[in-house]
């Protein structure tokens, strides 16, 4: 977890489960979680439910308002569906010179279709976009640092020492003395 605001992250968890999130949520009061205006998430389904949009759900008011997924993942699932069907329409265009081949399968977009479907199990998080303007873009970086700090160390000998490592250079801390 990170603060979209300072760009620093605020919580580390081993694996994307609920319960990861769940540790994040049960160190603030329930006046703290009410206070969140909003969550940007990974729009990450392999197998519905996702782990942390059930998480969201269980510790926030209104969660479904305050989840907004990144326009990014809009486009990545769609310009995915789009390139596996122009993939598939061009083999079959090439494997016969039946024109009618091609127009029969033209219309058979079930790549379109699968994503179509994933966009609308995650709408209230795309529409939610248009009221916070909120993206994913800072955690991305944060992400990107992250494995940096990953192979400038050329592995860690455990997770304990990897985190150390991330809350030293990205976790804000106040390393100097403060004056008087």
């Not at 049960?26 to 519905?48: K, L, T």
């Not at 058979?108 to 998080?125: F, M, T, Y």
Request: hydrophobic content about 40%.
């Amino acid at each position: 977890m990170s603060n979209l605001a300072t760009g620093c992250v605020e919580y580390l968890a081993d694996e994307r489960r609920q319960a990861s999130l769940d540790g994040f949520f049960s160190q603030f009061s329930a006046d703290v979680r009410n206070g969140i205006e909003a969550v940007a998430m990974d729009m990450w389904d392999p197998r519905p439910p996702d782990p942390y949009i059930t998480s969201t759900r269980q510790h926030l008011a209104d969660a479904d308002d305050k989840i907004v997924f990144d326009r990014y993942h809009l486009m990545a699932y769609l310009t995915k569906a789009v390139d596996t069907v122009r993939k598939q329409e061009n083999r079959a265009l090439v494997a016969t010179s039946d024109k009618r081949y091609f127009w029969a399968t033209h219309f058979r977009l079930q790549p379109v279709i699968d994503a179509a479907k994933s966009l609308k199990r995650h709408e209230a998080g795309l529409l939610s976009y248009f009221a916070h303007r909120l993206t994913n873009a800072g955690a991305e970086g944060l992400n990107s640092r992250i494995q940096a700090i990953r192979v400038a160390g050329r592995g860690y000998r455990n997770r304990k020492n990897f985190k150390t490592a991330i809350w030293f250079h990205l976790g804000d801390l106040q390393l100097y003395p403060i004056a008087p």
